[in-house]
C-alpha cells in the first residue's frame, strides 16, 4: 500500500473521521447520519487539493469523495467512477484483497485533455476502496517528443551525408577532370559545414535543455553582446546586400549565460538575412521595459504568415525547407533563441506580414545588482 493510501486509510478509520469508516461500508446513502456528512465534508476538503486523482468509494462504489483533479480528468462522475475499467479494478481489488495497478489511458471529455493514468486501487477492510491516479501524461508526451526528435534528426543528418558520399564517389570518378574534381569538392565542402552545423546546434540544444543557465550567471551587458552578435553578421550580411544597423543604449545589462545570449541573437539576426531579399535593411536595437530588457530584431523581408508563426519555434520546423537549407539553415535556430529565452527567465515572441518583414523580440529580465540569480536562492 502506498503511504498516501496508508494515510487516507488511516483517516477514514481514525478517530476524527470514525463516523465515515462505518459509513463506507454502508451500501445505502439513507443510512447517512449528521456525523457521517460533516466526516464526509471533511474528506472532500482533504482530496479537492490533491495534485493527483484519488477517490473514495464506498462498498457499492458510490463515489464519496474525489480530489479536483479526479473529477476533471473523468475518474469520478458525480456518483459514479467514470472508466469501467477502474470498476474493473475495483472488483479486481477486493477479490485479491490487495491493492491492483495498471496503466490507464482516459480519452479526452468536452472540458478535459486525454490523460495517461497509473492507477493504484487500494480496498480497505469494510469493501469500500481508495482509487489513486498519478499523471504520466507529461512523462508520455517527454518520450514521444525524444522519439519524434530522434527520428527529425536521423532524418536531417542522412541527407548531408548522402550527399558527402554520393560527391565522395562523384569526385573520384573524374578524377582525371581536375576541373569537375573541384566542382565536385566544393559542394562536398559546403554539406560538411551543414553537416558540421546541424551537429552543433543538436549538441547547443542539448545543453541547453540540460542546464541551467542561471545558476552560474554573470551580468551581461546587453550592447556589448549586441555588437558582438551584428560583428559576427556583418560578412554576410555585405555578401547578401543586406544593410545591418545597430541602436543600443549603454548601461542595460541582463543576468544569465552570455556565450547563449550571443547564440541567441546571433541566430535571429542570421534569420533576418537569410529571409529578406537584396537592399532589404535589417535593425537590431534594444530598449529597457520596466522590469524587462527588450531586444529586438526587425527585418523588411519575405515575412511569415499568421499560420507559420505558430509553428516556426519548433524544432526542425521551416515555411520553405529549400530556403532554408539554400542559406544553411537546419530549423533548429528559432527553438534555441526559444530554449535561452526560457532559460534566463524571459521568452520570445514575432511580429510578421507576408511581403512586409518581420520584427523577433528578445524579453529578458534586466538584473538588478544585489538580486540572487535564481529567485529563492
Ligand atoms: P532555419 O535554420 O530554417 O532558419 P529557424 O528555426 O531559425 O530555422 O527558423 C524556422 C523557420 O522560420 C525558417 O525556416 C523560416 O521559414 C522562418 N523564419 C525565421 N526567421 C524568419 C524571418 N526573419 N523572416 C521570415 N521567416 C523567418
Known sequence: ?????????????GAGLGALAVWLGVRHASARTASEVVARQQLTEILAPLAAAVVVVTAADTVLAASSFAK??????GSSIGPSAVVDLLAEARASGRPVERDLRLPAGPSSPAVQLDVKV??????????????RSADLRFSETRRDFVANITHELKTPIGAITL???????AADEPDAVRAFLGKLMKEARRLNELVSQIIALSRLQAQNPLLAAHEVDVQALLEASVARCREIAAASDVALSMSAPP???VLGDAEELE???????QNAIAYSEPGARVAVSSQASGSHVDIRVSDNGIGISDADQKRIFERFYRV??????????TGLGLSIVKHVAQAHGGEVAVWSRLGQGSTFTLRLPASQEGAPAWPGC
Open 251 to 253: 548601461g542595460l545589462t
Open 167 to 173: 560527391l565522395a564517389e562523384a569526385a573520384d570518378a
Open 320 to 329: 520553405d525547407a529549400g530556403r532554408s537549407r539554400a542559406s544553411g539553415g
Open 122 to 135: 487500494v480496498p480497505l477492510s469494510n469493501g469500500a476502496a481508495v482509487v489513486v491516479g498519478e499523471d
Open 263 to 269: 547564440t541567441a541573437v546571433t541566430n535571429l539576426v
Open 1 to 13: 500500500m502506498t503511504p498516501f493510501a496508508a494515510a487516507l486509510l488511516g483517516l477514514v478509520s
Open 72 to 77: 476533471a480528468c473523468g475518474l469520478a462522475r
